[in-house]
């Protein structure tokens, strides 16, 4: 919940304004449209490798860590596998390995198998007799630009490029068949039936999504492999390829959809000089015709924004190369948004790093990215669409302001959650500062405590406790403190038979919770954190004090009783400065020994961030105006940035005119009138500005609203959003 009570005002009068006020933000109108293709990039698998018994402990792991990327970026359309699925084209029992890796991303997607796609590698063909007259020819490849010609124009040289790859056809043929005309996996099709090219393995074919059309190509650029010892620079592509794929023309096919990729098994400096200027970078690549280029082969992942280029990590490469460089095993997912004429490219790119000896896949957070604010995936790279996309059927839709936590669309506020983290992850036998996020009213605290404990369990090590202060005020505003402290032992124990039971047997509730509380620690193996947030809420109930007198004691039992205490944690939000509750509450309370982190507006960094997200380019003078109406808060702010997707990024009209800022407005007034004549008064001294000197008394509860801010001891208008207000 975002909104709460204000110190003086009456609590009936407060229950109803926070039920008006959280009536107020379940938005009704849909988000601005956008579809959404992604993908798992998978590459250089070497099935039937030696050493091949690494693979079901490294399986295991990348099954696990794809639950745990689903939940940031999933679910996954497609699989695009970039070659060398076999060690040595022995392709016999792959499928069934194939087909638990799609069934694994299905059982995480309601049950819809991604479509795969994939594109040979070296190690996925046979090497012919090097006898044969056709491949003593061919080793005059580099050398000769009469075989170079030939091999293109002249078909008798290609055969044995196609005895080479008869394994890999023989696979492949059957997943390529499949997808006939109109083929559905989940919410995505394939429109028309794929079309195969002039080598084994080049294919293209168009993924519908809506009215949306992604194009994607893949190419053989393994077929020199036939020769011993290629080395960089010594592989091969051609413009042929592309045309022969899409009919004769490829650029006019790649601008019939609204974006495209391109898959191949070698980077671009593989390739040969001929291959790489004359027809990857001028006629198949030019200006940018694909959105993204796909690659493996060289086992290191790596990104080049500019040219578009991702080298994911091999599937299965731990391994040292000739020169000592660590082949991490690893994968990689991507996300395409389309919306009107642009479109934004994303890749979250996973290797396994050592810990404690086990090899656990995370975030790539190598020199070979350049990481987003996030710190979890790449920088979004926006690009112009071949034709605009209206994406009437939405698939991935914004949340709207004041929707439930998600970590894919939440602006990381990387230094505020790293210090709450740090404080939890404390070990040892002392008391733990809880940490304690702080600041005015819709300035995202909700998202923050949500987004820290995101970050704390990615590993599930944690039991986590929510305490609902809004659910419990509208239940227990009138209630004993016995009927309250049962209300949040059954919340702990889940478990009312239990809760009834020790509440007979022990004469105070506060024993009885408290002996609940330590047999549950017992119990469990892992660290239990409890999250109140808006806990200064209760702070004028009668048994707000009592609470947190009670968890003041369970902090303080880690340093007299560390078994089991020391499993205890505790995580808060309040809109109230922290030194003045502990002012307040004297020392018998968790904030004399707290950790408090303050909650300031949205940075101008942060702003671009969330404009990024609602698919919005702001100009310096955009963001002057958004700071100027909005102060950077984050509810407000957010709220103007929904308006201005469909209407324009006029922010002075959007101040005066959005029915939401308006609605928030006309209930703060509300609650403003209902704070207290003094705090009243004291508001329209600030708002024409004749306050001179902050006061405590009446400025705090307006500094909690987030109408006002404190400046040099100088009471000031947080905004020009809240000039109207009365």
Request: aromatic share 10%; charged share 30%; with cysteine.
């Amino acid at each position: 919940m975002l909104y709460g009570n204000a110190r003086g005002v009456p609590q009936g009068s407060a229950m109803r304004i926070r039920r008006e006020l959280t009536s107020l933000l379940d938005f009704s109108e849909k988000p601005r449209p956008m579809t959404t293709f992604s993908w798992l990039h998978l590459t250089d698998r070497h099935h039937g490798a030696s050493k091949g018994w690494k693979w079901p402990s490294i399986k295991d792991e990348f099954f696990q860590d794809l639950v745990r990327l689903h939940k940031i970026c999933g679910p996954w359309d497609l699989i695009l596998f970039t070659g060398d699925l076999t060690n040595r084209a022995d392709f016999g029992k792959l499928d069934e390995e194939i087909e638990e890796i799609r069934e694994k991303v299905a059982e995480l997607s309601n049950g819809e198998k991604p479509i795969l796609l994939a594109v040979p590698g070296n190690h996925d063909l046979e090497k012919p007799d090097q006898d044969n007259p056709l491949i003593e020819k061919l080793q005059q490849w580099g050398e000769s630009d009469k075989v170079r010609s030939d091999f293109w124009e002249k078909g008798f040289y290609r055969h044995v490029v196609e005895e080479s790859f008869q394994n890999y056809q023989d696979w492949w043929e059957p997943y390529f068949n499949a997808l006939g005309n109109d083929y559905q996996s989940g919410v995505v099709r394939v429109k028309d039936k794929p079309k195969k090219g002039l080598l084994p393995g080049d294919f293209s074919v168009t993924i519908e999504k809506g009215e949306c059309r992604l194009g994607i190509i893949g190419l053989n650029t393994s077929f020199l492999h036939m020769l011993p010892d290629r080395k960089p620079g010594q592989v091969a592509l051609h413009t042929d390829q592309f045309a022969k794929v899409c009919g004769g023309d490829g650029p006019k096919w790649a601008r019939d959809h609204h974006a495209c990729l391109l898959m191949t098994h070698h980077p671009p400096e593989w390739l040969d000089k001929e291959s790489k200027e004359e027809h990857l970078l001028a006629e198949i690549q030019p200006q940018n015709l694909f959105a993204a280029h796909l690659c493996g082969h060289v086992h290191k992942a790596s990104y080049e924004p500019l040219r578009r280029l991702f080298r994911a990590c091999s599937l299965f490469g731990l391994k040292l190369t000739e020169n000592g460089d660590d082949r991490r095993h690893g994968y990689a997912a991507g996300r395409i948004d389309l919306h009107g004429t642009k479109g934004k490219l994303d890749f979250w790119p996973r290797a396994a790093k050592k810990e404690e000896h086990v090899m656990c896949l995370q975030e790539d957070d190598s020199d070979n990215f350049f990481l987003n604010a996030k710190g979890k995936y790449t920088q979004p790279l926006e690009f112009d669409l071949s034709k605009p996309c209206t994406g009437k059927d939405q698939i991935r839709e914004i949340p709207e302001p004041g929707s439930p936590y998600s970590p894919d669309f939440c602006v990381r506020r990387t230094s505020l959650v790293g210090r709450a983290l740090v404080q939890l992850r404390k070990g040892g036998s002392k008391p733990h500062e809880p940490p304690v996020f702080w600041g005015p009213r819709g300035f995202g605290k909700r998202w923050l405590v949500q987004d820290t404990l995101h970050e704390l369990n990615r590993e599930n090590q944690y039991e986590i406790v929510h305490i609902d202060i809004d659910a419990a005020l509208v239940k227990y505003a009138n209630s004993s403190l016995s009927e309250f402290f049962r209300w949040v032992a059954g919340r702990i124990v889940q478990n009312s038979e239990i809760v009834g039971n020790y509440f007979e047997e022990y004469a105070s509730p506060i024993q009885a919770i408290t002996a609940l509380m330590k047999l549950h620690l017992e119990k469990i193996t892992v660290p239990f954190v409890l999250v109140i947030e808006n806990a200064d809420r209760i702070v004028s109930y009668s048994f707000g004090e009592e609470l947190f007198k009670l968890l003041r004691t369970w902090i303080n039992d880690a340093g007299r009783e560390p078994d089991p205490w020391v499993k205890f944690l505790l995580i808060m939000s309040v809109e109230t400065n922290v030194s003045y509750l502990s002012d307040r509450l004297l020392y018998d309370s968790p904030f004399n020994i707290a950790y408090p982190i303050p909650v300031e507006p949205f940075t101008d960094d942060e702003i671009l961030e969330l404009a990024d997200i609602f698919g919005i380019s702001l100009t310096e003078d955009d963001r002057r105006s958004i700071k100027e109406q909005f102060g950077n808060q984050p509810l407000v702010t957010t709220t103007a940035l929904h308006h201005a997707n469909k209407e324009g990024k006029d922010w002075k009209r959007i101040a005066e005119e959005s029915d939401k800022l308006q609605g928030y407005i006309e209930h703060l007034a509300h609650e403003l009138r209902a704070i207290g004549r003094e705090q009243f008064r004291g508001f329209m001294k600030v708002q024409t500005g004749l306050a001179k000197r902050w006061d405590r008394e009446t400025h705090e509860p307006l500094e909690r609203l987030g109408l006002v801010v404190n400046r040099q001891e100088v009471p000031e208008l947080s905004c020009e959003l809240y000039r109207s207000i009365l």
